[in-house]
């Protein structure tokens, strides 16, 4: 451990030697690598990677730069990508997308049935800390499996660093972050209670979640949800930025505070690998049989901390300032939204945001994930990005207001309702058009890519029956002008599923194929020779 007074020495030893990285902003490309060579802004990595992403994402805007197919494999189960890596056979092969060409990183050995993964999550290592374990400082793998074990394995390896009975009593289904990459929480199967237990009013326990800590990997608790306390009507629970959330059959969903449920109903701390004697039983903390024993148990309802009502698409809540989209759970709100200020539920001025499209699939809203509290409304032929501003005349209170808007370039008179037959005479179509028929350009993407600050739209154009071809829009994310087009050479059949991924100078697109097998296909840029 380095005491207080020598990190200073070594920080005054580094700035002597390395000088701080300069505040003036170097536009020329060749400068800025030329530094970079020299190490002359070594010494602050935020400042030397933002300066690399911005040269990057000048040259994937050149015109002369194109995203060329480099790699396509398939296979008969889901595929899988997170961060530069794509994983096969339920997560038992893994190749790293960062090479020119895809290469393979580790095969994990061929397990039994019951011992395959089924779910998992990247750990991507901190940077603020040093942690005790050096392999606690790389990217690990946090993989659930179908007997009930979590394993930590290395991101690079598939070495098994750590493993964690969860329990014998409940089967776990899936894991995801609260916080990301501090907090997760794996959730169990719903328990279905037989007629007799239901008669008699016991066994009300709907589900557990498990709930971890990661860099060190350490258990919170394991607490139950029951219908006792929360509700006869609960159906479902997640864990977000430290808020319970639970949803009713009525349509209805409650926040709570996960803090203050640990900290009131909590019964014993846990530590992994640690004797523990709770509710009678006693065992090895993580080990098998024991597992994790339910050390958070609920007596009581917590305080709520916010509750509504909604139709199908549930509630989110993000902006500047804080505001909750949802739409009201009544037949004439079908098909909007409503944006309403957190602080006392009113609603903002042009704050309904209605599509008005005739569409088989539903337009999608959602807070921009760029923190700028701005929101993206999406549907077949239009893309809206809308910030929440205040309203000058009154304190308190907001309007939602148009930042840009993306809009397909298909032939309007394809889409109206009245033609004109060659005599002359007007006939007015017995069938409207739908916004996303497959005749017609739509979107069906809208991502953000972060380190590039482009704002990614996936279009997909008629070619034949049910087959389209797809490209990838890259737009400015702070004025939205059309930056770059990436077309994908696969045709694209919209009656099965897709995903793509734009990570940097990669573009990756994971296809289910009609005998009911997965395909990934992997586009790396690639400069015109001049």
């Known amino acids: 451990m380095v005491s207080t007074s020598s990190s200073m020495c070594l920080d005054q030893w580094s700035s002597a030697v390395r000088p701080l990285a300069t505040k003036r902003r170097v536009k020329n490309a060749c400068t800025v690598l030329g530094c ?7 010494n602050d990595f935020g400042k030397l990677l933002g300066g690399n992403l911005r040269i990057l994402r000048n040259i994937i805007l050149q015109e002369e730069t194109e995203f060329t197919k480099v790699w396509t494999k398939s296979s008969k189960s889901l595929i899988s990508y997170d961060s530069g890596r794509i994983y096969f056979e339920n997560y038992r092969n893994c190749y790293s997308s960062l090479a020119p060409a895809p290469q393979l990183l580790y ?6 049935k019951a011992e395959k993964i089924e779910d998992a999550l990247l750990c991507q290592c901190p940077l603020d800390k040093v942690l005790q374990q050096a392999s606690d400082q790389k990217p690990s793998l946090l993989a659930l499996t179908a007997n009930n074990w979590l394993y930590r394995l290395s991101a690079d390896t598939g070495e098994i660093l750590q493993r964690v009975y969860l329990s014998s009593h409940f089967k776990f289904r899936s894991l995801d972050w609260d916080v990301s990459q501090e907090t997760f929480f794996i959730k169990s199967i719903q328990r279905k209670q037989t007629p007799l237990a239901r008669q008699a009013g016991v066994d009300n326990v709907l589900m557990h979640l498990a709930i971890f800590t990661v860099f060190p990997l350490h258990v919170v608790g394991l607490l139950e949800i029951s219908k006792k306390v929360f509700g006869k009507s609960v159906v479902d629970v997640l864990l977000s930025q430290g808020v319970l ?29 640690q004797q523990c004697d709770l509710n009678g039983s006693r065992g090895i903390v993580g080990d098998a049989p024991y597992g994790i024993p339910v050390n958070i148990q609920i007596k009581e309802c917590p305080p709520v901390l916010f509750e ?3 139709f199908d ?10 505001h909750y989209i949802y739409t009201p759970n009544h037949k004439k709100h079908k098909g909007t939204y409503h944006i309403c200020s957190i602080r006392d539920g009113t609603l903002a001025k042009n704050g309904i945001q209605d599509m008005k499209c005739d569409s088989l699939e539903a337009d999608w809203i959602f807070f921009h994930p760029d923190d700028s509290g701005r929101i993206i409304h999406a549907g077949p032929s239009t893309i809206n990005v809308l910030k929440i501003i205040e309203e000058k005349e009154f304190d308190w209170h907001y309007e939602v207001v148009r930042d840009f808007s993306i809009i397909t370039s298909r032939d309007r008179n394809t889409s109206s309702q009245v033609m004109v037959t060659s005599s002359g005479r007007t006939v007015k ?9 497959p005749e017609q350009e739509t979107f069906k993407m809208a991502k953000y890519e972060d380190e590039l600050d482009l704002l990614a739209i996936l279009d997909v154009s008629p070619t034949t029956e049910d087959v389209g071809q797809a490209s990838v829009r890259l737009y400015d994310n702070k004025n939205g002008s059309l930056m770059k087009r990436i077309t994908l050479k696969e045709p694209w059949d919209v009656t099965y599923s897709h995903e793509v991924y734009i990570d940097r100078d990669t573009v990756i697109h994971i296809e289910q194929e009609r005998n009911n097998s997965f395909c990934c296909h992997v586009y790396k840029m690639n400069r015109k020779a001049s």
């Open 308 to 310: 509504m009502s909604y």
């Open 429 to 437: 179509r017995r069938f409207q058009q739908l916004d996303d028929d």
């Open 245 to 273: 959330a639970v949803s009713h059959s009525s349509k209805c969903v409650k926040l709570y505070s996960l803090e203050y449920i640990v900290k009131k109903f909590s019964t014993k701390e846990l530590v992994l690998g």
């Open 313 to 322: 698409n549930g509630i989110q809540i993000g902006g500047h300032p804080w």
């Open 107 to 112: 095969e994990l050995p061929k397990r039994a």
């Open 36 to 42: 970079r060579t020299r190490g002359s802004t070594s």
